[in-house]
Nanobody, 125 residues
């Protein structure tokens, strides 16, 4: 069993920043690619960012590229999403997801096996 717990959400004004954390409970943190997703009210869940097992390879949705940064600390077993220059359209519930992989450079935008419950991010205009 793998468990993921998100934290760091909150209310911020447009242009501000938030740092989300995704704590992963597993025997080893390495071996899992991790992605961040978000879902706004009335909309489908969308991909935000992902990071490989190695932490070297990353992938970002076009809507957040240049503003968000995903990183991981394999000692703390935590993946972070640094969100800068936040916009009202970034308002959503942000969830992290993990997938066990065999290639340390593998990243994916789908097919994750484990999901957290999410944390609310609200950006006011």
């Amino acid at each position: 069993q793998v468990q993921l717990v998100e934290s760091g959400g909150g209310l911020v004004q447009a242009g501000g920043s938030l740092r989300l954390s995704c704590a992963l409970s597993a025997r080893t943190f390495s071996g899992y690619a991790v992605g961040w997703f978000r879902q706004a009210p009335g909309k489908e869940r969308e991909f935000v960012a992902a990071i490989s097992w190695s932490g070297v390879s990353t992938d970002y949705a076009d809507s957040v590229k240049g503003r968000f940064t995903i990183s991981r600390d394999n000692v703390k077993k935590t993946v972070y999403l640094q969100m800068n220059s936040l916009k009202p359209e970034d308002t959503a519930v942000y969830s992290c997801a993990a997938r066990l992989v065999t290639r340390n450079e593998y990243v994916t935008r789908s097919d994750y096996n484990y999901w957290g419950r999410g944390t609310q991010v609200t950006v006011s205009s």
